[in-house]
């Protein structure tokens, strides 16, 4: 510093014809420099932009795609639940084909008395509802044996497509080559909309229904999933916290510091760059190939998770354990606690914000994870069942949020897009919950020194 | 101490995990992605009218359901596979040498392979020549091998658009892919008179074969190893391509996609069940027979797949765009009296 000072003193003698400068008065280099500032700044600015223009891009998209899949199309049908057809369909091999039949009189009978005329087959009108509504019709039946014999109103669920119609996807020129509807159909919808019977309403069962197969779309929701979803963060947390913790501890504060130790620090730091689809073909040939846990269960997708989150945990525990100053170990030690009751009494809680802070991110990085669930068996058409119990949804197969997500996102009927989209909105609201948390956790706890 | 206590309990709660992993009374299904609607249908279906619960049903394709299936017999394996082609000779041998030895094969029904491209573009009257001649890495000119370098489809055929070669064909992972190089591909190079070209010039039959089937590398043909959502996407930016899909696939879609007919048919199930579209396959799935009374349901659910409801041209599988079985009676019989394939 003083150097400079030295060499820049304005009255140098070797050089008489320097130019007197003002610093009023700005010159060509200080113009420069100030250019430079001024385009680096705008650099800045125009990176940000970026980003805030492609963050805006990303949301208007999963919004503007998945918004409509929180909606959907019901039919309100009175069905005469007679008792012999009630008893012969529950004779028959496939029963919900039988109720098929009940709807559609049910649905001819209340066209009729809208007034709205239709030259339309009664099996032809069917295909404006899900090929769910048997079975919605059956379980009501198998819930109230007692109402067998009367008619009660049910709020069916509209076929994908007529769905797809209301909500502006499907057009009346793109039913062209469609087998399963044809203009007819939209018309009746149209009519069957004014009279109200068709309406577009909240549909709780995507948050909280089962996944259904690809011939019914309308019926699809993202809950048994997220109960998948949930079990493993659960196996995850029980796991990953305490190993987690107590393997920073002993990092930190008792192991001594040795080629060994040195090792150690480098693989855990190694491991949390592992890219997860490893841990998936770890998770398979070791839990489920040699130690026979049950596949596409959600213990197994802990277990696989728990792996990846664990040096999350450890590196985060280690730094806030690090955060805490020498002074408190130091003041707990002379007034004769031992090594352990001054971790235990003064340095974890200390830390506990910022452990609890990492954990919270490692587990939202655990919930948004796909990859090493492709290789356990968690991708397919699972989330059927709802778990029966604890130990049921620990071990029965399930998915997981971002595995039905993909899995919806690969199915050909393009209703299962939108509830890809749809399902992206579950999963953010759940990923930004558990960031808000772990910043207010960090705001509100944590101390400097 | 809190931390001990919660090491304690996970302790406990592994074991107690391990010991309760022994029973399943889900039925476990994976392979071909072809299959996968129609037996996730079929497993909703099963799930709603019995007291089993619902299967569960992963896809992977052909090849790699098989593997799996092959792996053993116990648990911790799955009882069906689903396939779009028949299991191979290789496969039965790697199944036995794992200890599976009794499989059922069960032929759903058909599913036909349609050409299609994006439905604002030029529509095509394809014949297995055009496509060999389009596709493959080296096509005969004057009784000479030489490298393919037609670019458009005119040349191929005058009677087609001038529009560029850009094909996206399912890739080698996939059951879909041997029908389309057997069916269109091979079927080809016979017609055109490349195959009796090649073994007059002194090659032998299979070599032949083999030359045929090697399509071109140079990017005209494109393997897809996802799924047809994939294929879909790449028509979406590559309005010239022409897509390798599925009937069903198609037929969900059909207001992003226009079909090409194949020889001058037009793929339907009425064609395909009638075997006037040439590129049609089989669908099968393959039960492990040792676990017919350890799984709960297996048996029952093979039946209820290929019951008359669920398979028969009025069922479910038929509306989704399965080609039903014309012989499905004696596939039922088959089910029923749980026949293994013999070799």
Known sequence: MTDTAVSYRPDTASDPVRRKTSLLEVDALTRKRNAAETRFKIYGIVAILIGLFFLAALLYAILSNGLTAFNQTFVSVPVTLDRAAVEDAEASLVKTSKYNAMIDKALAARLAEAGIATQMKPTDLRKMLSSGAASQVREFVLENPGRVGETVTFDLLASSRVDGYLKGRVTRAALVNDKNLDAGHLDLIDAMGDAGIAVKRFNLAFITGADASDSRPEQAGIGVSMIGSFYMMLVVLLLSLPIGVAASIYLEEFAPQNRFTDMIEVNISNLAAVPSIVFGILGLAAFIQFAHLPQSAPIVGGLVLTLMTLPTIIISTRASLKAVPPSIRDAALGVGASKMQSVFHHVLPLAMPGILTGTIIGLAQALGETAPLLLIGMVGFIASNYPGGLASGFLDPNSAMPAQIYEWAKRADPAFYERAWGGIIVLLLFLMTMNIVAIILRRRFERRW | ?343
């Open chain 2, 1 to 343: 101490m809190n931390i001990k206590a919660l090491l304690s309990a996970t302790a406990v709660a592994s074991v107690a995990f391990a010991g309760a992993a022994v029973a399943r009374d889900q039925i476990q299904i994976a392979g071909s992605s072809t299959v996968l609607p129609y037996a996730s249908i079929v497993a909703e279906a099963f799930g709603e009218n019995t007291e089993f619960p619902t299967p569960v049903v992963e896809s992977g394709g052909s090849s790699a359901g098989l593997k799996k299936f092959c792996t053993g017999v116990g648990e911790n394996t799955i009882d069906i596979a689903n396939a779009s082609r028949a299991i191979r000779e290789k496969e039965i041998k790697a199944c036995a040498e794992a200890g599976v030895t009794d499989i059922i094969e069960v032929r759903i029904g058909y599913d036909g392979i349609v050409f299609a491209s994006d439905i604002n573009g030029n529509g095509f009257t394809f014949t297995p020549t055009d496509w060999y001649k389009a596709l493959a890495a080296e096509v005969v000119v004057d009784g000479k091998l030489v490298a393919n370098e037609a670019t458009s489809w005119k040349q191929v055929n005058e009677a087609l658009p001038d529009q560029e070669i850009q094909a996206f064909i399912p890739g080698t992972k996939h059951g879909t892919r041997e029908v389309f190089e057997e069916k269109v591909i091979l079927q080809g190079c016979e017609d055109s008179g490349a195959l009796k070209a090649m073994v007059d010039a002194g090659a032998s039959e299979k070599d032949a074969e083999k030359k045929c089937m090697s399509l071109r590398t140079d990017g005209r043909s494109v393997d897809i190893d996802g799924d047809y959502t994939e294929t879909l996407a790449r028509l979406d930016a590559n309005k010239n391509g022409i897509g390798v899909f599925g009937l069903a696939f198609y037929e969900n879609n059909t207001d992003k996609l226009q079909v090409a007919t194949m020889a001058g048919v037009t793929p339907s199930t009425e064609t395909i069940a009638s075997g006037e579209y040439p590129v049609s396959r089989p669908l099968f799935f393959y039960v492990k027979k040792a676990h017919i009374g350890v799984v709960p349901g297996l048996k029952e659910f093979a039946q209820f797949f290929v019951s008359d409801e669920l398979a028969g041209p009025d069922g479910p599988l038929a509306q989704y765009g399965l080609v039903s079985d014309p012989e499905l009676a004696k596939v039922q019989e088959a089910v029923a009296s749980e026949t293994t394939l013999t070799h």
